[in-house]
């Protein structure tokens, strides 16, 4: 079974310690949504969807059964996680669609002054 697709989304925020919602495919033509990438105490792990029980615990709804798979698939979505930027880096744009940092770092210039520099 190959992972054929990963698809990841970083959540910007600090006060929780899941890093980022992750669907894998398989095959192309399997997918299992809600993954999470989660902060534990001895670093960044992929944590399987799961539903709560109700007496309060969580059980995977799918996951792997054998370790090897488990850690491909880890290490798949760790890949395309670093990979990812992260949603807070992402500059922002005004209205036409150019970045803050880009339009603040060149000033506005006319036709007129285009043709100057052409001249020289």
């Known amino acids: 079974m190959q ?3 990963v698809r990841l ?4 925020n600090q006060d929780t310690r899941m890093k980022a919602l992750v669907s894998i495919t398989f095959d192309d033509a399997f997918v299992i949504h809600d993954l ?4 534990g105490n001895n670093g960044l792990f992929v944590a399987m969807p799961s539903k709560r029980t109700p007496d309060g615990e969580f059980r995977d709804i799918a996951h792997p059964i054998h370790s ?6 880890q290490e798949e979505i760790m890949k395309v996680y670093e ?3 992260d949603v807070a880096a992402a500059p922002k744009e005004d209205e ?4 803050e940092e880009e339009s603040e770092a060149e000033p506005d210039v006319t036709e007129d002054e ?3 520099e052409d001249k020289v």
């Open 96 to 99: 036409d669609g150019i970045a």
């Open 83 to 85: 990979d990812t930027e």
């Open 36 to 39: 999470r990438v989660i902060e």
């Open 68 to 73: 090897d798979m488990r850690q491909h698939v």
């Open 9 to 12: 989304r970083k959540v910007n």
């Open 3 to 5: 992972i054929t697709d």
């Open 114 to 116: 285009h043709d100057e």
